[in-house]
């Protein structure tokens, strides 16, 4: 029973630092494309939602492998 209680307690733990990964990278994504699109390209849109895009891909990507690395690993 305490075997249990230990996994739950892990994935819970991994999907927290997947949630706080998710956040400071589309953040950090956000708020790179905010300064591109304002110092570079004249206050255009798209470079925060690509950077939005990203940040989140790549929160995904590393969530993905952190609760399946078998699944990765070839």
């Known amino acids: 029973m305490a075997k249990g209680k ?7 733990a ?8 998710g956040i400071v990278k ?6 790179l494309g905010t300064m591109a699109s ?7 849109r ?3 939602i690509a950077g939005m895009g ?3 891909g790549l ?5 993905e492998y952190s ?3 078998k699944k990765n690993s070839s």
Request: glycine share 12%.
């Open 6 to 12: 230990n996994d739950a307690d892990d994935y819970s």
């Open 14 to 21: 991994k999907l927290d630092m997947c949630l706080t990964d």
């Open 26 to 31: 589309t953040g950090g994504g956000v708020l």
């Open 38 to 44: 304002m110092l570079f390209l004249g206050r255009r």
């Open 46 to 48: 798209w470079p925060i």
């Open 54 to 56: 990203m940040g989140i």
């Open 59 to 63: 929160a995904y990507a590393n969530c």
């Open 67 to 69: 609760l399946n690395p």
